[in-house]
């Protein structure tokens, strides 16, 4: 089995920002040389998690109020006493720090209303994330 993996850096502009890494994801894919496989995308960071869904602007409004309204800010957290971004993390579990996708001859088995997102809750932040491509 082959693996092979690329560490991508993104910069953040706002506080929550959606960042659609599709087409990066397909690229390390297509790098990669796995045509029978799978891929993980996979968060360094306590504040940004991945979800797959729709890249539709309004529903990518109502994905951030609906983690808002799930975690708003400083609602008397603990945690804020040390860095004052629960909600940022609370934010993050909600979503995961990783997708798994399938790869079929070369290609993300994603449907096509499907886009991979980072979703950074605490920016603007410099972060990262690795792509690993493990298959055949
Ligand atoms: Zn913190």
Do not use: C
């Not at 968060?43 to 109020?65: A, F, P, Q, V, W």
């Not at 934010?91 to 991979?116: A, C, F, Y």
Request: net charge neutral.
């Amino acid at each position: 089995m082959k693996v092979f993996r690329r560490t991508i850096r993104v910069k953040t502009s706002k506080p929550v920002e959606l960042i659609n890494v599709t087409g990066e994801v397909e690229e390390v894919v297509r790098e990669s040389g796995v045509r029978n496989g799978g891929v993980i995308v996979f968060s360094h960071h306590t504040t940004m998690g991945i979800y797959i869904n729709e890249d539709e602007e309004r529903l990518k409004r109502d994905i951030i109020d609906f983690l808002e309204k799930l975690a708003p800010k400083g609602a008397g957290y603990r945690h804020d006493e040390i860095d004052n971004n629960a909600h940022s993390h609370l934010r993050s579990i909600l979503l995961n720090p990783s997708v798994w996708i399938p790869v079929s001859d070369g290609r993300l088995m994603t449907g096509t209303w499907q886009s991979i997102f980072l979703a950074e809750f605490d920016g603007p932040r410099s972060r990262s994330y690795t792509v690993q491509v493990m298959g055949e």
